[in-house]
DNA sequence: GCACACTTTTACATCGATGTAATGAGCCTG
DNA sequence: CAGGCTCATTACATCGATGTAAAAGTGTGC
C-alpha cells in the first residue's frame, strides 16, 4: 500500500509557528481565547502546511464524531430519496455529516442499528424502521441517540410523524365525496398480522372515513403487501382486479404504490380518473408530473427533516429527557387523478 | 451532558478474560493466531461487555476509517437515488460504510471535497461531478483517493463512465428510424459555455447520427440548461415550444428531463408518442411505469456501482498505479414513448 | 519598583486500539 | 533432564488532538 505524503499535525504546525500544540488546538477549535499576534502566526502556519486536524484523533479524544447515522428501508425509492435529501441538508447546516444505512435488504439490521449503533462510531441515529415494535427489549442504558421517522409503536424514544389516521381519514372522505363508491386499499388489510403502524393507522382512518359515510368496509378490495414500491404497487393491483370484487377508487399507502397501480389500471385499459379514482401518500416530487399528476397527502419535508435532526441532536445532548413525539402537519393535494 | 454508561474497552474485557489487552485485540481483530481456550474466554468477556470497538481509536492508529464518501449533485433525483442504492449495497458488502454530500447547492463543495477530503476522516470518495474540468490543479501528491463517475473531462483520476457518444448516436438513430425528422435536444445545445462533459458527449453523438442520416442540426430545437430535473425539463420543454421551431421528437438528456417535458407536452395538448417521440437517459425505475413508458438509455447500475466501489478501494491500496478508466456497456431499451 | 491579580501559553496525561519487540510457556531432542 | 526452539502472550509506545493544572507572561496599583 502507498500513502500520500503524511499528514501535517497539531505538533508540525506548533513547531512551524513557534508554539505549543494545545496553542495550535486552541486557534483551530477556537474554544479558547489566543492573543492576535499569536494567532495569525498559527494560522499562517496551518495554511503553510494545509494542516487539516484528525477527526479521528478528535473524536477519540471527546468522544464525538459529528456524524449521524440515516437509516431508510430502501434509498431507492422517491420518498426516500427527497428524506436523504432534506435531512443531509439541514445536518449540513448543523454541522453533521451523515452516514446512509438502509435495512429492507434485512429486517434484522434494524434492531443492529438500535442495538450496537456504537460500533459504527456515530453520534446518534435516524431510523424509519418498518419492523420495529415495542416488543424490541433494547436495554434503555444502552440505547444510542435514536429518533425514529414514521408511524411507530415505541414510545421510549422521539420520534416525528405524521397524523395518519388524521390523514387516512381525509383522503378516504375525498374520495367518497368525489363520487367513489367502492375504495379499494393498497397496502393496508384488515388482520393482517404483520401490518406496519403506518398500515394500521392509515386503514384505521380510512375505516372511520368510510363508516361515517355509512359504507362498511370490504377486505375483498383491501391489499396488503409489503414492498410498498412501484413494482410491489403494481402487483398488488394486479392482485386487486384478479380479485374481480369491484372497486372505484384506489387509495394507495404511497405514491410509488399509487404510480405501480396507475400503470397496471392504464395497462389494463382503465382510465384514470376516468373508471378509478388513485390517490397516494407522500406527495413525492413525480406525483405532480404524472400523467394525470397524482392527488396525495404533502408534508413539509423540510420541516420533517429539520424536526428529526433537531430532535436527535438534543437528544445526542442530553440522553435523560423523556422521549419527544414531534407531529408535522400534513394536507391532502387535489390534483388530477380525483378530478373528473 | 448526560452520557450512558461508559462503553466497555479491550482493557475491561482483558480485565475480565484474565488476559493483556492486546490478546483481546488479537482475538477481535483475528489477525493473530490465538490459542482456542483463550479465544473462548475473551470472545465470553466480549460478549458479557458487550464490547464493541471504538473505531475512532483503530481508526486513529492505522489511518483507515472504513468510510468511503459519495458526493452526488443532487440527491432527490431518480438518477441520485439509485446509484446511492447501489453503492451502499456494494459498499457494505465490502465492509466499508458510506457518507453522504450534495454538491448541487453549492459547485464550489466539489473542489473543497476533492481537495479537502481528508477532513471528513474518509479513505476514499466517489464523485459525480458537474463542473469539475481538468484544469483544476489539485496538487497530485494531495489528492485523496476519488473515483468520479459520469462523462469527465479528467485524466487524473480513477473513473467510471459510459460511452456517451455512442449512446447518444444510438437514441438520435433509433428516433430517426421510428420517422421523426426534427428531433429536439433538452440538456445540451451546440456551443454552449459552460456544458458539461457529459452534456457536450451527448450532443456530438447525437450530431454524428443526425449528419449520418442527411441532416444538419438545427440549434433551434437545442437547448441547454443545468437543472436536470424535472422541474428543469419541463421548463425547457416550455422554452422549445416558445421558440416555435417545429419539432417531432424531443432527446432529453435524463429521464427526469424527459418527465417533466412528457408532462407539459401532455399539458399542451400534444400527444406522446402520437405527436412526438421522446426518450431519456439512465433508465430509472420511473421510465418503465410512465404512460406512456419512456425509451431510454440503461446501464448496469449493479455494475457501474460494483466499477466505482472497487476502483475506489484498489485506489485506497495503492495510490500509485495510474488512473484508470472503466466504461460500463449500455442499452438501448425501446418503449412505448417511441412506439406508435 | 514590587507585589498581586489576571491572562496566555505550556507540559503532561489521556482517549482506545494495536504494532513492535521482548517475555514466558510448552515441546522436542540428545 | 537440561538446552534449544517454537509459538502464544505481554509490556510498552504510538497514532493526533485536547483537557487539566501548572508555569510564564502582562499589567495594575500603591
Request: charged content about 30%; glycine content about 4%; hydrophobic content about 40%.
Given at each position: 500500500m502507498t500513502r500520500g505524503p503524511r499528514r501535517a499535525t497539531v505538533k508540525d504546525v506548533a513547531a512551524l509557528a513557534g508554539v505549543s500544540p494545545k496553542t495550535v488546538s486552541n486557534v483551530v477549535t477556537g474554544t479558547?481565547?489566543?492573543?492576535?499576534?499569536?494567532?495569525e502566526k498559527v494560522l499562517a502556519a496551518v495554511e503553510e502546511l494545509r494542516f487539516v486536524p484528525n477527526l479521528s484523533a478528535r473524536s477519540l479524544r471527546n468522544g464525538r464524531t459529528g456524524v449521524i447515522a440515516l437509516a431508510l428501508p430502501d434509498l431507492a425509492t422517491a420518498f426516500s430519496a427527497d428524506m436523504l435529501h432534506r435531512v443531509v441538508q439541514v445536518a449540513h447546516e448543523r454541522g453533521m455529516a451523515v452516514l446512509i444505512e438502509e435495512t429492507a435488504a434485512e429486517p434484522q439490521r434494524?434492531?443492529?442499528?438500535?442495538?450496537?449503533?456504537?460500533?459504527?462510531?456515530?453520534?446518534?441515529?435516524?431510523?424509519?424502521?418498518?419492523?420495529?415494535?415495542?416488543?424490541?427489549?433494547?436495554?434503555?442504558?444502552?440505547?444510542?441517540?435514536?429518533?425514529?421517522?414514521?408511524?411507530v409503536e415505541q414510545h421510549k424514544v422521539d420520534r416525528v410523524l405524521i397524523d395518519s389516521r388524521q390523514a387516512g381519514y381525509e383522503v378516504t372522505a375525498h374520495l367518497l365525496e368525489r363520487g367513489a363508491k367502492r375504495v379499494a386499499v393498497l397496502g393496508g388489510e384488515t388482520g393482517a398480522t404483520d401490518a406496519t403502524a403506518t398500515s394500521i393507522q392509515r386503514l384505521e382512518g380510512h375505516h372511520r372515513a368510510l363508516r361515517d359515510h355509512g359504507i362498511e368496509p370490504d377486505p375483498a378490495i383491501e391489499v396488503y403487501f409489503q414492498e410498498w414500491s412501484m413494482v410491489g404497487g403494481a402487483a398488488a393491483a394486479e392482485e386487486l382486479l384478479s380479485r374481480d370484487a369491484g372497486f372505484d377508487a384506489i387509495m394507495a399507502f404511497t405514491d410509488s404504490i399509487a404510480f405501480g397501480a396507475m400503470h397496471v389500471l392504464q395497462e389494463h385499459g382503465l382510465s384514470v380518473p376516468g373508471d378509478v379514482l388513485v390517490s397516494g401518500f407522500d406527495d413525492v416530487e413525480h406525483a405532480r408530473f404524472m400523467n394525470p399528476s397524482l392527488t396525495t397527502v404533502a408534508l413539509d419535508r423540510r420541516a420533517f427533516a429539520e424536526a428529526a435532526v433537531d430532535l436527535l441532536m438534543t437528544r445526542i445532548e442530553d440522553r435523560a429527557t423523556p422521549p419527544r413525539a414531534v407531529a408535522v402537519p400534513h394536507e391532502l393535494v387535489i390534483r388530477g387523478s380525483t378530478t373528473r
Open positions: 479558547v481565547f489566543v492573543r492576535p499576534d499569536t494567532r434494524e434492531y443492529d442499528l438500535v442495538s450496537r449503533a456504537r460500533e459504527h462510531q456515530i453520534d446518534g441515529l435516524i431510523l424509519n424502521p418498518i419492523r420495529l415494535k415495542d416488543s424490541i427489549v433494547v436495554h434503555d442504558d444502552q440505547l444510542p441517540p435514536v429518533v425514529l421517522i414514521g408511524e
